[in-house]
């Protein structure tokens, strides 16, 4: 610790930071641009001047740029300095010469940075009485509004978007007074981060697209703390809402997983919820046609679903409480499995190797100090997307490395990264197709599932001769084997959505070696693809699998069976699914928006959403995390876990309380819960902020009179603007918002320090304890028989993939249909070209063709769409062969990948 | 194909010519990384060109393996990339400080009125092109200019006259 004195004030700092960092750190208010808490400094912009002081004696001082200068022992600065005043106001006002003051337009108006720093600065009148420099606008996608005029040119989108994300479509241009940022030419931003660029631009230069449609300034908005459901990361978010609709996503700070970025499945995938889809009454089977059954007359159906007979099949996109009021319900015995017998093979040695004291789950944070890394089988942009933003900045501890050794502050961005150059921390893929991340590995393998498997084995035996002997000619082995051992702290990933439980053997089996050598745990992250697979994996009995509930169903030895949240038709093969619910008395389906199960349903119950209820789950690394309501639904949906319960009217406190008693390893869960102690006088956390407007008129074309707001009994947050008002420590925060700080940048005053924990606590509980030991796992071999065709590994899209996202219209635009990747030989092969439709195995399955440059011949990546493709009823390998005109819409042109065959210019 | 550029763009790559790859060739043998060698590429392909087009920023994109960002980032970076085209002549008029005492002024109009050209035009007949430079760095001959790889200075009207008169009789 250093101390520095700051307007005569002595505080204790970090002298590894710089000043800047360190007086924000300390609750200060100092103006600034270019400097990120995450991206360092560049010293671009030159709004942060203070005056530094040689001594104590020197009168005048200099001034210096706050987030260039370390913050020294005995460093003496200003803020007030009037002469540091001076300057910060001139900046601004350069800085802003050609901006077009649009903010009563501009959708950045209210939680804009530059607001909040033109006031902070001074500047509040304008002398510039000039042309002002205009630039012509590019169509960057669905996601993303373009206005270059807003622009200051503090160039963090660029050092975003490229530096940090890795993105190669948006760049400087240009200079001086017509600097422009944008792409080489108007087309869609193609990383799967640009959403962050909404948050990251300091003023209205990049704002949310489908937000513009349906704007809301940010104080109008009602908000709470959420948690993406849109994988298994389980980042941190804010939704807000207004007028009975969702209206935008923003990233929440949460220290351990997403800190300042998610991805734009995340931001951009949620408006299903206000789809007109939406399953929004209780519809019961009577003859052939399902009948709308008035609410009281409801119970005597949704009874007939219990007793014996009755089984249910759980969720991996429902919430821990609707997976146990269903295992309640039904029983232990007669609880299923929802996801397919592969995936729940793969998920449950995953959560025993979660149990074992030799490895680590390692958060997101942890993955980005991970000094060399092995993915094996997972393409994690489209499965993970922001384990791959972390694996990134792992890379780059090689360059925090070189910079130490000069003395090189690592804060000092620019010149750590001239320093380093394409100098990188290890990371090698092994995936069955080129990803998005080759760009920054060390090594890429690619190749068959099963190959891959042999050379992660391989590796492990390299690693330690105790583990199972395994040989492979790849060249890499070796020197992937020595990169693990050498390094600090070596990070081994993979998961079940390869779909090959020996990809997940040989990362144990390498982590596991590693593991001997040294005495500290190895960092083993195992991904699985949806917000709730650990959960509800965690809550079902490990030889309850889907296929034995659905073959029960046919045999007849069960005849009701109740489904949760779930489209069974994307679990296992349409055929088998149809026989079972053909063979069923009775099926009853909770879900909020219509799939193929839900027509099969006899008794269809309308559940509410993410942002319609309280709810937690767990994510990869078995961290549960509660998020909270942040509307009411209007039709007559209730949570899932409601339907399910005998006590319609319970709170989910109860249940939360009831699942940690009752499951096992849940036993942390209710440590989510609020503490009710820190509320005072009764007083609950608002939903809407203190500036809400309109709630006297919001509903005056219904009614002149002002509705009561509703009571929220369920929650410690209410749907009101009145109750604790919000402050650095409030126990929750939904939108962060500080005194001169309206934009999202306001979260330093949440921090306990820049980049640290949020003052509150809460960044979940870790479920799972670790207390067994394990040993070497002999790979599992495909005992699939080969039928002459390609060796098929599933291929991810971040947009599509996943179920809910892909029902959002703005993800909808960004969306491709199935395609079948293949190389070029095989493609010549079959006489197949790129964007023909291909049949697969003859049986009515079409997907495009996408040849690939950097796909192994003899193996094929199949991406199955939005479920266009019945994947189950394929084997191990598939023929394909030219289909005839198919009536698919999409194609394949907005298909992002590194290395599509024929070139796209 | 390419590694690491990302592939949706309205434009199509042109080919590359024989003597441009053999001097982009050359470049990347004097540079650490291709990335460097970005710039030279461009330069190339202008003095081969006499511009880049959008069809050559992605050959040269594609040869490289370097997203044509990056390298739209370069070419706009350095006014004398040009990617417009350009008449065969490129006048660069500098209009910087000694110059400007030295009544450039008056010749821009002069030429302006001789060619029908203001900065940034090209004439009609695509013989010329009139761009304005910061310096050309031959001060104490102020006024000057300079035209193709040719540097003319003590420049007056009646010489200006006579250098455009040289250049177009070169055709």
């Given at each position: 610790?250093?101390?520095?004195?700051?307007?005569?004030?002595?505080?204790?700092?970090?002298?590894?930071?710089?000043?800047?960092?360190?007086?924000?750190?300390?609750?200060?208010?100092?103006?600034?641009?270019?400097?990120?808490?995450?991206?360092?400094?560049?010293?671009?912009?030159?709004?942060?001047?203070?005056?530094?002081?040689?001594?104590?004696?020197?009168?005048?001082?200099?001034?210096?740029?706050?987030?260039?200068?370390?913050?020294?022992?005995?460093?003496?600065?200003?803020?007030?300095?009037?002469?540091?005043?001076?300057?910060?106001?001139?900046?601004?006002?350069?800085?802003?010469?050609?901006?077009?003051?649009?903010?009563?337009?501009?959708?950045?108006?209210?939680?804009?940075?530059?607001?909040?720093?033109?006031?902070?600065?001074?500047?509040?009148?304008?002398?510039?009485?000039?042309?002002?420099?205009?630039?012509?606008?590019?169509?960057?996608?669905?996601?993303?509004?373009?206005?270059?005029?807003?622009?200051?040119?503090?160039?963090?989108?660029?050092?975003?978007?490229?530096?940090?994300?890795?993105?190669?479509?948006?760049?400087?241009?240009?200079?001086?007074?017509?600097?422009?940022?944008?792409?080489?030419?108007?087309?869609?931003?193609?990383?799967?981060?640009?959403?962050?660029?909404?948050?990251?631009?300091?003023?209205?230069?990049?704002?949310?697209?489908?937000?513009?449609?349906?704007?809301?300034?940010?104080?109008?908005?009602?908000?709470?703390?959420?948690?993406?459901?849109?994988?298994?990361?389980?980042?941190?978010?804010?939704?807000?809402?207004?007028?009975?609709?969702?209206?935008?996503?923003?990233?929440?700070?949460?220290?351990?997983?997403?800190?300042?970025?998610?991805?734009?499945?995340?931001?951009?995938?949620?408006?299903?919820?206000?789809?007109?889809?939406?399953?929004?009454?209780?519809?019961?089977?009577?003859?052939?046609?399902?009948?709308?059954?008035?609410?009281?007359?409801?119970?005597?159906?949704?009874?007939?679903?219990?007793?014996?007979?009755?089984?249910?099949?759980?969720?991996?996109?429902?919430?821990?409480?609707?997976?146990?009021?269903?295992?309640?319900?039904?029983?232990?015995?007669?609880?299923?499995?929802?996801?397919?017998?592969?995936?729940?093979?793969?998920?449950?040695?995953?959560?025993?190797?979660?149990?074992?004291?030799?490895?680590?789950?390692?958060?997101?944070?942890?993955?980005?100090?991970?000094?060399?890394?092995?993915?094996?089988?997972?393409?994690?942009?489209?499965?993970?997307?922001?384990?791959?933003?972390?694996?990134?900045?792992?890379?780059?501890?090689?360059?925090?490395?070189?910079?130490?050794?000069?003395?090189?502050?690592?804060?000092?961005?620019?010149?750590?990264?001239?320093?380093?150059?394409?100098?990188?921390?290890?990371?090698?893929?092994?995936?069955?197709?080129?990803?998005?991340?080759?760009?920054?590995?060390?090594?890429?393998?690619?190749?068959?599932?099963?190959?891959?498997?042999?050379?992660?084995?391989?590796?492990?035996?390299?690693?330690?001769?105790?583990?199972?002997?395994?040989?492979?000619?790849?060249?890499?082995?070796?020197?992937?084997?020595?990169?693990?051992?050498?390094?600090?702290?070596?990070?081994?990933?993979?998961?079940?959505?390869?779909?090959?439980?020996?990809?997940?053997?040989?990362?144990?089996?390498?982590?596991?070696?590693?593991?001997?050598?040294?005495?500290?745990?190895?960092?083993?992250?195992?991904?699985?693809?949806?917000?709730?697979?650990?959960?509800?994996?965690?809550?079902?009995?490990?030889?309850?699998?889907?296929?034995?509930?659905?073959?029960?169903?046919?045999?007849?030895?069960?005849?009701?069976?109740?489904?949760?949240?779930?489209?069974?038709?994307?679990?296992?093969?349409?055929?088998?699914?149809?026989?079972?619910?053909?063979?069923?008395?009775?099926?009853?389906?909770?879900?909020?928006?219509?799939?193929?199960?839900?027509?099969?349903?006899?008794?269809?119950?309308?559940?509410?959403?993410?942002?319609?209820?309280?709810?937690?789950?767990?994510?990869?690394?078995?961290?549960?995390?509660?998020?909270?309501?942040?509307?009411?639904?209007?039709?007559?949906?209730?949570?899932?876990?409601?339907?399910?319960?005998?006590?319609?009217?319970?709170?989910?406190?109860?249940?939360?309380?009831?699942?940690?008693?009752?499951?096992?390893?849940?036993?942390?869960?209710?440590?989510?819960?609020?503490?009710?102690?820190?509320?005072?006088?009764?007083?609950?956390?608002?939903?809407?902020?203190?500036?809400?407007?309109?709630?006297?008129?919001?509903?005056?074309?219904?009614?002149?009179?002002?509705?009561?707001?509703?009571?929220?009994?369920?929650?410690?947050?209410?749907?009101?603007?009145?109750?604790?008002?919000?402050?650095?420590?409030?126990?929750?925060?939904?939108?962060?918002?500080?005194?001169?700080?309206?934009?999202?940048?306001?979260?330093?005053?949440?921090q306990e320090e820049i980049n640290g924990d949020l003052k509150q606590g809460h960044t979940g509980e870790l479920l799972i304890e670790r207390n067994e030991t394990g040993s070497y796992q002999e790979l599992a071999s495909n005992t699939g028989s080969a039928n002459g065709g390609l060796?098929?590994?599933?291929?991810?899209?971040?947009?599509?993939?996943?179920?809910?996202?892909?029902?959002?219209?703005?993800?909808?635009?960004?969306?491709?249909?199935?395609?079948?990747?293949?190389?070029?030989?095989?493609?010549?092969?079959?006489?197949?070209?790129?964007?023909?439709?291909?049949?697969?195995?003859?049986?009515?399955?079409?997907?495009?063709?996408?040849?690939?440059?950097?796909?192994?011949?003899?193996?094929?990546?199949?991406?199955?769409?939005?479920?266009?493709?019945?994947?189950?009823?394929?084997?191990?390998?598939?023929?394909?062969?030219?289909?005839?005109?198919?009536?698919?819409?999409?194609?394949?042109?907005?298909?992002?990948?590194?290395?599509?065959?024929?070139?796209?210019? | 194909?390419?590694?690491?550029?990302?592939?949706?763009?309205?434009?199509?790559?042109?080919?590359?010519?024989?003597?441009?790859?053999?001097?982009?060739?050359?470049?990347?043998?004097?540079?650490?990384?291709?990335?460097?060698?970005?710039?030279?590429?461009?330069?190339?392909?202008?003095?081969?060109?006499?511009?880049?087009?959008?069809?050559?920023?992605?050959?040269?994109?594609?040869?490289?393996?370097?997203?044509?960002?990056?390298?739209?980032?370069?070419?706009?970076?350095?006014?004398?990339?040009?990617?417009?085209?350009?008449?065969?002549?490129?006048?660069?008029?500098?209009?910087?400080?000694?110059?400007?005492?030295?009544?450039?002024?008056?010749?821009?109009?002069?030429?302006?009125?001789?060619?029908?050209?203001?900065?940034?035009?090209?004439?009609?007949?695509?013989?010329?092109?009139?761009?304005?430079?910061?310096?050309?760095?031959?001060?104490?001959?102020?006024?000057?200019?300079?035209?193709?790889?040719?540097?003319?200075?003590?420049?007056?009207?009646?010489?200006?006259?006579?250098?455009?008169?040289?250049?177009?009789?070169?055709?």
């Open positions: 610790m250093a101390k520095i004195v700051i307007d005569g004030i002595e505080y204790e700092v970090n002298p590894d930071n710089n000043l800047l960092q360190e007086c924000l750190s300390q609750g200060l208010d100092l103006p600034y641009f270019c400097w990120h808490p995450c991206m360092g400094s560049v010293g671009a912009c030159r709004q942060c001047a203070v005056k530094q002081y040689r001594d104590a004696d020197d009168e005048n001082g200099m001034l210096v740029m706050a987030c260039m200068t370390p913050a020294t022992d005995g460093s003496i600065i200003s803020i007030a300095d009037p002469q540091a005043k001076d300057m910060r106001e001139r900046v601004i006002e350069s800085l802003m010469i050609s901006h077009p003051h649009d903010c009563p337009v501009c959708e950045e108006g209210g939680e804009c940075h530059l607001q909040d720093m033109t006031l902070m600065s001074g500047h509040n009148y304008r002398r510039y009485d000039k042309k002002k420099v205009t630039h012509r606008n590019q169509y960057l996608g669905p996601f993303i509004n373009h206005e270059m005029n807003r622009c200051i040119t503090c160039y963090r989108c660029v050092r975003f978007y490229d530096d940090y994300a890795g993105g190669t479509d948006l760049a400087a241009q240009a200079s001086h007074h017509h600097t422009y940022f944008g792409r080489h030419e108007e087309g869609v931003l193609e990383s799967e981060f640009s959403g962050n660029l909404v948050e990251v631009c300091p003023t209205g230069v990049f704002t949310d697209k489908a937000f513009s449609e349906h704007y809301t300034r940010k104080w109008d908005l009602q908000t709470a703390p959420s948690v993406c459901t849109g994988c298994a990361v389980g980042c941190n978010t804010t939704p807000g809402e207004r007028y009975g609709s969702l209206r935008r996503i923003v990233n929440r700070y949460n220290s351990e997983i997403n800190g300042y970025f998610i991805c734009d499945r995340g931001r951009f995938g949620f408006d299903y919820v206000n789809s007109e889809e939406r399953i929004k009454i209780p519809l019961v089977k009577n003859g052939a046609e399902m009948e709308v059954v008035p609410a009281g007359e409801l119970q005597p159906t949704i009874e007939s679903f219990s007793g014996p007979g009755v089984i249910g099949i759980a969720s991996p996109r429902a919430s821990n409480e609707s997976n146990f009021a269903l295992r309640c319900l039904v029983g232990d015995e007669n609880f299923y499995s929802g996801i397919s017998d592969d995936e729940f093979e793969s998920t449950q040695l995953i959560l025993s190797l979660a149990k074992d004291t030799a490895f680590h789950s390692p958060s997101v944070r942890e993955i980005e100090q991970a000094d060399a890394v092995i993915v094996l089988g997972e393409d994690l942009t489209n499965v993970a997307p922001r384990i791959a933003l972390a694996l990134r900045q792992s890379v780059r501890n090689k360059a925090i490395e070189l910079a130490k050794d000069c003395n090189i502050p690592t804060w000092q961005d620019a010149a750590v990264r001239e320093l380093a150059q394409h100098d990188r921390s290890p990371l090698a893929i092994l995936s069955s197709y080129a990803t998005r991340l080759d760009d920054v590995a060390s090594d890429t393998v690619i190749d068959g599932l099963e190959a891959l498997a042999k050379i992660g084995s391989a590796i492990a035996a390299q690693i330690s001769d105790k583990a199972p002997p395994a040989n492979s000619a790849e060249e890499s082995v070796g020197r992937i084997a020595e990169q693990l051992l050498n390094a600090k702290r070596p990070l081994v990933i993979a998961g079940s959505s390869s779909g090959s439980i020996a990809l997940i053997q040989a990362a144990a089996n390498i982590a596991r070696a590693l593991n001997e050598k040294r005495s500290s745990a190895i960092d083993l992250c195992l991904v699985v693809p949806e917000v709730n697979t650990v959960g509800m994996s965690m809550l079902v009995n490990a030889n309850k699998t889907l296929g034995s509930a659905l073959a029960k169903l046919q045999s007849g030895e069960v005849s009701k069976l109740i489904v949760l949240e779930n489209d069974l038709y994307r679990r296992a093969a349409h055929k088998v699914v149809d026989a079972a619910l053909d063979k069923a008395d009775a099926v009853m389906v909770v879900d909020h928006m219509p799939t193929a199960t839900t027509a099969k349903a006899s008794c269809l119950l309308p559940s509410t959403t993410f942002s319609e209820h309280e709810a937690t789950y767990v994510n990869y690394e078995g961290r549960a995390q509660l998020s909270f309501q942040v509307h009411r639904n209007h039709a007559s949906a209730i949570p899932a876990w409601r339907w399910l319960s005998d006590q319609q009217h319970g709170d989910v406190d109860a249940l939360i309380n009831r699942c940690a008693e009752e499951a096992a390893n849940f036993d942390k869960l209710d440590d989510l819960l609020p503490d009710l102690n820190q509320f005072v006088a009764g007083m609950k956390i608002p939903r809407q902020s203190h500036r809400y407007s309109g709630r006297t008129a919001m509903k005056a074309n219904l009614n002149v009179h002002e509705p009561k707001q509703p009571v929220d009994d369920q929650s410690v947050m209410s749907f009101s603007m009145e109750g604790l008002p919000l402050s650095s420590d409030s126990p929750i925060v939904g939108s962060a918002w500080a005194p001169a700080w309206n934009s999202n940048q306001s979260i330093s005053k949440f060796q098929v590994a599933i291929a991810y899209q971040i947009f599509g993939s996943d179920e809910l996202s892909a029902k959002s219209s703005t993800i909808q635009q960004r969306m491709t249909d199935a395609y079948v990747a293949i190389s070029p030989a095989d493609a010549d092969a079959l006489g197949l070209k790129q964007g023909d439709n291909v049949s697969l195995d003859g049986n009515g399955n079409i997907a495009v063709a996408c040849i690939r440059s950097k796909i192994k011949q003899g193996t094929a990546a199949l991406y199955c769409g939005d479920n266009e493709v019945d994947r189950y009823a394929l084997g191990a390998s598939v023929s394909l062969g030219k289909a005839a005109d198919a009536n698919l819409v999409r194609g394949i042109k907005g298909l992002i990948v590194s290395d599509l065959y024929e070139e796209g210019y | 194909m390419s590694t690491n550029i990302i592939a949706s763009t309205a434009t199509k790559a042109r080919p590359l010519t024989a003597a441009e790859i053999s001097e982009i060739e050359h470049e990347m043998e004097l540079y650490p990384d291709k990335q460097a060698v970005g710039l030279e590429a461009l330069k190339i392909v202008q003095k081969h060109q006499g511009w880049v087009s959008d069809e050559s920023m992605l050959a040269i994109s594609k040869f490289l393996d370097i997203p044509v960002a990056d390298l739209e980032s370069v070419a706009t970076f350095f006014n004398l990339v040009y990617r417009q085209p350009v008449g065969k002549n490129v006048i660069l008029f500098c209009n910087s400080v000694s110059c400007w005492i030295m009544g450039c002024d008056g010749l821009r109009s002069h030429i302006n009125d001789q060619l029908g050209v203001d900065f940034g035009d090209t004439t009609e007949d695509e013989a010329f092109t009139f761009i304005p430079v910061p310096c050309l760095g031959d001060c104490d001959r102020a006024p000057v200019m300079m035209v193709g790889d040719d540097l003319h200075r003590n420049l007056t009207e009646e010489k200006i006259d006579q250098i455009v008169a040289d250049y177009r009789n070169k055709e």
